[in-house]
């Protein structure tokens, strides 16, 4: 086992051998490129690589690749910890821009299968590229049986990529990942299809807790307009009845006039919380807020917590509300 660092000009090349257990040689490429240009062209010089590559699959591993954290609840609570997940945005990082690191690619080549969003930006760049990379895993895309929210044409578009992609912050979207989830499982593994079933019910269950409880709450508040930052949460706006008000404007920073729309927006509907997440700039919202004197409330929809993040988002959304 030896570590190489290649330095030139232009960028920095780490080269990391590693000897796995079985004895296997496997090498992973770490490529920390010092200037943007560099940056965009190595996904090429990757791809070269690991399509030149055989697959070297060892004995009992079974990995399955995911889009975001949070798939990553539902293939573990579902399969009852049975595969290892990679997962390819990790919580704290933007899903609509993201590039992958050599070492997520490198499991996924070795993965049985394949869970995507289906509408996040980063997958409208990479998931030809995956293909080529491992052309025999087997794809699940949620999406599928998710009834979709299309931005009109001409309106705010907070996301370039057709529909909205958060269906998964909601509860009643998420019982119908979990199914998804279970099916696709099933699919691998028939031979497990009778404890995935049992896990999903149990999932299902608590899951169906926590939509009830939305519906509940939700149906109690006396205002049912929000603000935030990206627009998280127009899948739990729809299927609670409640309005979003996203800051983002075509998916980036409010022109001028738009932050005032928002302010009067924020004043007349006395809103007094304004949601951001983690992984965006605090400035714009953090201006309204003061203009108005809400206060900003952290969320991270991205978190491999599901349940946790979804309960939060949930509770939070309640308390601004009420
Ligand atoms: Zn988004």
């Not at 079985?22 to 940056?39: A, D, I, Q, T």
């Not at 990757?46 to 949070?70: D, M, Q, Y």
């Not at 729809?238 to 309005?243: A, I, K, N």
């Amino acid at each position: 086992m030896g570590d190489k660092t290649v330095h030139s000009e232009s960028y920095q090349a780490k080269l990391c051998f590693h000897i796995t257990n079985s004895g296997r040689l496997m090498l992973n490429l770490y490529l920390e490129f010092s200037n943007y240009r560099m940056r965009r062209i190595w996904p090429i010089i990757l791809f070269i690589f690991f399509a030149s590559c055989g697959r070297n699959t060892g004995p009992g591993e079974k990995i399955i690749t995911v889009s975001i954290a949070p798939f990553k609840y539902f293939v573990d609570a579902i399969s009852g910890g049975e595969y290892e997940v990679n997962v390819i945005v990790p919580a704290g990082s933007d899903p609509h821009v993201y590039e992958p690191f050599p070492d997520q690619i490198s499991r996924l080549r070795k993965s049985i299968g394949y869970i995507c969003n289906g509408y996040l930006g980063f997958e409208m760049t990479w998931l030809d590229r995956f293909d080529a990379v491992n052309p025999t895993m087997k794809k699940l895309s949620l999406k599928d049986n998710i009834v979709p929210i299309i931005p009109d044409q001409g309106t705010n578009r907070s996301h370039l990529e057709g529909a909205d992609p958060h269906y998964w912050v909601s509860p009643k979207c998420a019982m119908i990942m979990a199914k998804s989830v279970r099916d696709f499982l099933s699919g691998l593994n028939p031979a497990q299809a009778e404890k995935y079933n049992r896990n999903n019910a149990a999932l299902t269950e608590k899951i169906g807790q926590l939509d009830s409880l939305a519906r509940e709450l939700f149906s109690t508040t006396r205002k049912k307009i929000f603000m935030i930052y990206h627009p998280n949460l127009a899948y739990i706006a729809r299927d609670y009845g409640l309005e979003e008000i996203p800051v983002e404007y075509e998916g980036k920073e409010p022109p001028p006039s738009r932050m005032k729309e928002l302010i009067d927006k924020a004043m007349a509907d006395s809103i007094k919380t304004i949601f951001i997440q983690k992984e965006y700039d605090r400035r714009n919202a953090r201006a309204i807020a003061g203009e108005v004197g809400a206060q900003l409330v952290t969320i991270d929809p991205l978190s491999e917590d599901w349940m946790k993040s979804t309960t939060g988002i949930i509770d939070d959304l309640y308390t601004s509300l009420k």
